[in-house]
């Protein structure tokens, strides 16, 4: 049965449900990555280039994600996307990331796949109880990520996975360097995206915070945390 996991405009198709086209996008992406591994579905969005396989491995689920193949006619995107996942490999990669490459004038990802994300607020009332610990956690792994010089470039609610009880930030890079400057998160910011820079996840964070204390249990946060959130996206 298809399902809508990984935010609201994506779904879940089982191999036996992806159309010709689709599964020539899913077969162009398993050999461009050399990944192994079982197909057993993959992500569906409106755009039909952007198709992405779920692959078993062992007993775990992982995803493979491509750039938009007309990024390649963009040197300078192209170029600063490969730095972003350069970056983001120097040291210690976030939670879930395992590889990436470039093929083909696309770069690409591959991480665990993660069946919930935060992308409405049924889950986020959901998961109320941990709201605190989220909020701490953001704070800390971003502000770390920042003195490395490691941005995500689009922070949102429907970047965040749940593994457990624990939050993962995922795909970074992708939407900051697709052109398309218009999902949550941009408003004051446009097409000065690039390069990315801290005050661009400092903005995106912000928004996420609020939205996350606006449903949080009344009283759990005290007035200092609206005024530091309130800074972030002033």
């Not at 996307?81 to 083909?104: I, K, N």
């Not at 990520?145 to 995922?170: C, K, W, Y």
């Not at 400057?181 to 903005?203: H, K, Q, Y």
Request: proline share 5%; charged share 20%.
């Amino acid at each position: 049965m298809d399902q809508m996991p990984e935010g609201s405009l994506f779904r879940l198709v089982s191999v036996e449900n992806l159309t010709e086209p689709q599964r020539r996008c899913v077969d162009r992406c398993m050999a461009l990555s050399r990944t192994s591994g079982v197909l057993v579905s993959a992500l569906v969005s409106p755009d039909p280039w952007d198709v992405r396989p779920v692959l078993l491995e062992g007993d775990r689920l992982y995803l493979l994600r491509f750039s938009n193949p007309g990024l390649a006619l963009e040197k300078d995107r192209m170029r600063s996307l490969g730095m972003c996942h350069e970056r983001l490999f120097q040291g210690l990669p976030p939670p879930g990331t395992v590889s990436y490459g470039e093929a083909a004038g696309q770069h690409w990802l591959k991480r665990k796949y993660y069946p919930e994300v935060l992308n409405d607020d049924a889950t986020i009332k959901a998961k109320k109880a941990n709201t605190r610990v989220f909020v701490v956690y953001f704070v800390f792994f971003f502000f770390f990520f920042f003195a490395q010089g490691r941005h995500h470039g689009h922070l949102t609610l429907s970047n965040i996975a749940i593994e457990g009880d624990a939050p993962v930030m995922l795909d970074f890079g992708f939407y900051a360097h697709s052109g398309r400057m218009t999902a949550e998160g941009w408003a004051t910011e446009g097409d000065r995206v690039l390069p990315l820079r801290a005050s661009i996840d400092i903005f995106g964070l912000g928004l996420m915070l609020k939205r996350l204390m606006s449903l949080a249990e009344v009283g759990e946060f005290s007035g200092g945390s609206d005024q530091f959130v309130s800074r972030m996206i002033a």
